[in-house]
């Protein structure tokens, strides 16, 4: 009898030697560098809709680099993308092991049947682009890719909104470079494309409270405020609710406060947030009530319980915003908070204030954190540092401390263009990629749909790529193995990297 075994998660590291990739590095900068001079020199024009044009190139091209790799990333693209393949079959119901042959634990996000780590819309919008294009990565990346770009371009409207067009380009050309962003469409840190989906879900919903700001505010952009709110739910549960204390925090300082305007926007947000999100809420809590439970009302978990092993001081995101934002970032902020006292069009200010502070503080007081949470905030980040940027070169750039000032100019720009650099590894380096992707085509032709496979780390790959059955970590007992073998099934075990078949015991 076989005893059943875990395997600890092998991983092929897969390298790239740097005098095979320095060239290339150096021509793909120096290309970002003649295309974002071009985007400057447009802007001194004042023809700020073509410097939008070429920083959207630019965007375009760092996410596509960003989106090549040959393979699923260990955390957490590859499970995304295997839900995402099985709603093809079954659009309302999410499913991880598609044919469960062993027992399983729902409440276990990385060997359950029902699948509800993550709200749907962000696996539907990759699941239709597989179904449109084919089950490929390719497909897996493309709807994060064009969603990446209209990210870009929305904190360029929200800046120009709220300040002007040379903020708003600025801010727009940040967003564009950011490293941890690219990382995240390229699927290479957790929660990549759901994480993608609901940034903008948010970045739209705040998007229209800001072109809602005026003396007779519109209803209907009220109503899909609330609507987009609701998108933003179903791709990342409760933290879409962010839109409404930014909301308020945008009512109180614009003109004279109206109650009138606060129950009428208020209520047109609810209604347009409960009619998008409620009704798959309520069949996910129908169809799959204790998956839906564990998932709705047992969120504070995070609060008191370490996911993952993530786990960090309470600090840990007042530090991270130097590493993926700017190291010049408190600097800004410190004037920000300045101006905010002394001027007397608060909106601007206090609105990216509360967009930035709120989620940092609640999900600081969370044991679980993971950097990525702090993007929900990053058209926010980008537009105080674009705001700060201008502030030293109207106000200060000719005083006293010319030269300095000018360094620190230079720096708020050359910094976030430094952390692009190390974070979308144009010169090349390591890539862990699972040992499927090491299997010869002859050794992965075998895998068909009546073939289930036991003792690999890299099930999820297999169920994805290929049209198996079913794919496990685990080796069950024999008996187990014995009777799927008379159901007409081919069983495989995976030992010293090949596929041994099984043999029951006459």
Known sequence: ?????????????????????????????ISLGCLSYIAWRFMRRQDFKKALLFVIIIAAILRIIGSTDSHLHAWDERYHALVAKNLMQHPLTPTLHEHPVLEFDNDNWVGSNIWVGKPSLPLWIMSGSMAIFGNNLIAVRLPSILLGLLAVWLTFLIGRKLFDERIALLAAYFHAINGLVIELIGGRVSSDHVEVCFIVMVEISIYLIVLNLKPKPSLKLSFFAGVFMGLAFLSKWYPALIVLPVWLSFLLTYGKFNWGVFFKQGALIIAGFSITALPWVLYMLSAFPEEMNAILFNALSAYSETEGGHVAPFYYYFHKVLVIFNELFYLAFGFFIYRLFKTEKRTAYLGLLVWILVPMFIFSMAETKRQTYLLISAPAFFLVVSWFWFYIRDFFLNARYKIINGILLVAMIGLPVRYMIERSKIFGGDQRIAEFYTYSPEKLAILDDKTIVFGTDDYVEIMFHTDVYAAYRKIPTDEKMTDLAAEGFKILILENKQFIPFQPKQ
């Open 1 to 29: 009898m076989h005893i059943e075994k875990l395997h600890i998660e092998k991983l092929h590291i897969e390298k790239f030697p740097l005098m095979n990739q320095l060239w290339p590095g150096i021509c793909f900068l």
